[in-house]
């Protein structure tokens, strides 16, 4: 941590400026109060202020050596009135043996600066605690940023850890139940299996390709929907469709990588698999105010007997969402009659 007087120039400036100020103060109160001749004000004020001027600078480094988190406050206390009587006996004197024997100051002015000792050793131990009192300010405002900065890095890595967990929970489903979809058509019908086999592939290569961003656009997103999608057709051909109603405009807005599986996933899982008729999953974007609205619907049996899940999915929606936009209410689910609709929110001004 630098000087903060001469780390920048603005501050190097305000220094000088508040010195000025105060020999011109002490030139008028010699003068004008204490009727001094001018000459004689003119070469006082300089001469301290000059000193302590000086002086003012080297106490940043006794002030940072003496800071609060590595010695007792009783310490620093002791420390500091030491160096005040020193400094200020060192500035008192300097000065007197600058007038008196450098410039020669002679008859009523040296009866005056010798009376005025006490009163300039006194004056010298406040500009000390004022001056130390602003270097202290500085240093723990200082700490204070990097404080700030170090817990929003935290944050940031605590959130990208938890945004990580999160999304690498998607994956494993989604290939465990490939994998069971290979297995039982090896034998039965092994020319779909291949076809699933090279059909996950590309899947697989697609998401791994991307597995460090958070974010990717809806085109790349929905690019690898339609890859596990026809893997899925692939094992139920007669009984899924698809419907896509996306307005281009929306094709290069960043989503969540990977938000909409758990979604499609559902449909097919509590749709296709629970139905004995054709399941038609529809995926189609709007905007509504400063959101872009991705809408997942899906028809369902109303009599058949749902299956019971975990609702791992759903949670990992709503917690990606809410830890990456700061908002708990990104994710709608609407289920009316035989029909099952996903409504997932992205803020356009994250974008």
């Known amino acids: 941590m630098n000087n903060p007087i001469i780390n920048t120039k603005n501050n190097f400036l305000i220094y000088s400026t508040i010195w000025v100020v105060i ?3 002490q030139i008028i109160i010699l003068n004008q109060i204490l009727q001094l001749p001018l000459d004689y004000s ?7 202020n000059v000193i302590f001027y000086s002086i003012g600078i080297s106490l940043w480094y006794p002030t940072k050596f003496m800071n609060f988190e590595r010695n007792k406050f009783s310490k620093i206390i002791l420390n500091h009135s030491i160096v005040a009587l020193l400094t200020s006996i060192l500035w008192t004197y300097v000065g007197y043996y600058l007038l008196i024997y450098v410039i020669k100051i002679s008859g009523n002015e ?7 000792l006490l009163y300039r050793f006194i004056i010298g131990i406040l500009f000390y605690l004022i001056i130390v009192l602003v270097y202290y300010s500085n240093i723990y405002y200082d700490n204070f940023k990097k404080n700030i900065i170090k817990e929003y890095e935290l944050q940031n890595l605590i959130k990208e850890s938890e945004l990580k967990t999160l999304k690498y929970q998607i994956n494993p489903h989604f290939i465990f139940n490939s994998l069971n979809s290979i297995s039982s058509l090896t034998y039965s019908e092994p020319t779909k299996a291949r ?4 059909k996950l592939s590309d899947y697989l ?8 961003k958070q974010k990717r656009d809806l085109q790349t997103e929905l690019n690898n929907i339609k890859l596990y999608l026809e893997i899925e057709k692939i094992r139920f051909p007669d009984k899924l469709e698809i419907f896509e109603n996306i307005d281009s405009k929306y094709l290069n807005i960043e989503i969540p990588s990977m938000i909409l599986q758990p979604l499609i996933e559902n449909a097919i899982k509590h749709g296709v698999y629970e139905s004995d008729e054709k399941v038609v999953i529809k995926i189609s974007t709007s905007a509504e105010n400063e959101y872009l609205k991705i809408i997942i619907e899906n028809n369902f049996d109303n009599n058949a007997l749902p299956k019971k899940g975990k609702g791992i999915g759903l949670q990992n929606i709503k917690n990606r969402l809410s830890l990456m936009y700061k908002q708990d209410n990104l994710l709608k689910i609407a289920k009316t ?5 996903a409504i997932i929110f992205i803020p356009l001004e994250s974008n």
Not at 42 to 48: E, G, H, K, L, V
Not at 195 to 198: H, K, P, Q, R, V
């Open 23 to 25: 020999s011109l103060v």
């Open 110 to 116: 040296i009866i005056f600066l010798e009376k005025s």
């Open 42 to 48: 003119i070469t006082d004020s300089i001469a301290y």
């Open 195 to 198: 076809e699933m086999i090279i």
């Open 337 to 341: 009659n035989s029909l099952y609709t």
């Open 205 to 212: 290569r697609s998401t791994l390709s991307t597995n460090e």
